[in-house]
């Protein structure tokens, strides 16, 4: 029979979260049923539930950055066993036999994933529902092993902030001798620094706001730029071979142009509207620059990814959070005043609302 769970809902897009009980399907042969130690708080989040994106479906459990213990295993599953951690992230699933799915990058299914929360399920039409919850129902395919030695907490937020940066620096092949610049400071920002740098780039943040450099350098970056200073935009002009763009709402990218070599590229990954104002396609021509987009990741690379800040000792810069507060959370996350990612702890669904 399926399972009456607890979780936080938004009932609409003006509403604040409130308790929400709501059924969880019972587990088909390949399901993992988890439950939810950790879930963190992301800037899509506050997107899906205040519909600004369109297409919100309500009420909305949210949460794709999911850390939990497994406490029951369907009939076919063999990779995982009750009381492995593991995590999930922003998909459960995806047609599986597309081009895409068939290279591990399921964020691509030319069917459409089927994501954490606000989503349908491709096999039974539920809604699905996510990590400001008690529990989740997976797919194995769409699980990920936390090792050993990496803080759950701190894992939390790889499973997007950290895996939106990584995949795009992996594709690039950034490493050793590669010159990276990241634009902005903040959940994706942060987790740029630190990979970027453990790949073994020089590595450069672009930032509006001054005395930002000691912070910067914390997290790994070499040199500070304020791109707000003609002379410092200047001295870097031709300069980068890859430049991270974590901005999530419209701003001019042709400053940041000016600073790619020859063949580099700048790649958004946190801004989804038109770009505005536009690109000048003489700042591409000249130096056969590109401006690109990247998705989260696969699931193959996210089990990677989650394996190397194992070995590198990364993990996310975290603020732990009561569920009863995700509210007030996502009201500093619009004033940035959060370093650098909310992670709700589930065990306080036990408190009184």
């Known amino acids: 029979m399926p399972q009456t769970i607890r979780g936080y809902a938004a009932q609409s897009a003006t509403q604040p979260l409130g308790p929400f009980r709501f059924e969880r399907r019972d587990p088909r042969p390949d399901d993992v049923v988890i439950d939810i ?5 992301c800037h899509s989040d506050l997107h899906q539930v205040r519909n600004e994106w369109g297409g919100s479906i309500y009420p909305m459990v949210p949460g794709h950055e999911i850390i939990g213990r497994v406490s029951a295993v369907g009939a076919t599953v063999s990779q995982f066993k009750v009381g492995d951690m593991v995590g999930v992230g922003c998909m459960v699933d995806s ?12 964020q691509y299914c030319e069917e459409g994933a089927t994501f954490t929360y606000n989503s349908t399920d491709r096999h039974d039409g539920s809604p699905t529902h996510g990590g400001y919850s008690e529990r989740i129902v997976t797919a194995e395919k769409f ?5 050993d030695g990496l803080d759950p907490k701190a894992a939390a937020p790889l499973l997007c902030a950290g895996i939106t940066t990584w995949s795009p620096l992996r594709h690039w092949n950034i490493g050793k001798g590669s010159k990276v610049a990241v634009v902005g400071l903040g959940g994706l920002g942060h987790m740029g620094l630190k990979f970027a740098k453990a790949l073994g780039a020089e590595v450069t943040l672009f930032t509006r706001s001054p005395g930002k450099e000691a912070e910067a350098r914390r997290l790994g970056a070499d040199h500070v730029v304020l791109s707000t200073d003609a002379s410092q935009m200047k001295a870097v002009s031709s300069h ?4 991270l763009d974590t901005v999530p709402h419209q701003h001019d990218l042709n400053p940041y142009l000016a600073t790619l070599k020859l063949d580099g590229t700048l790649c958004l990954v946190g801004l989804l509207e038109p770009i505005d104002p536009p690109a000048s396609a003489g700042q591409l021509i000249r130096k056969r620059r590109a401006v690109v987009g990247s998705l989260i990741g696969g699931i193959p690379e996210t089990q990677e990814m989650l394996d190397f800040c194992a070995q590198h000792g990364i993990g996310a810069d975290i ?35």
């Open 240 to 243: 980068f071979d890859f430049i």
């Open 95 to 106: 047609c599986q036999h597309c081009e895409a799915c068939a290279h591990g990058l399921e």
């Open 319 to 353: 603020e732990m959070i009561d569920i009863q507060d995700i509210d007030h959370a996502y009201e500093r996350m619009l004033k940035s005043d959060v370093r650098y990612r909310f992670v709700i702890d589930l065990a306080s669904l036990d408190k009184a609302a």
């Open 37 to 41: 130690l950790y879930c963190g708080v």
């Open 143 to 147: 699980v990920l092993r936390i090792p």
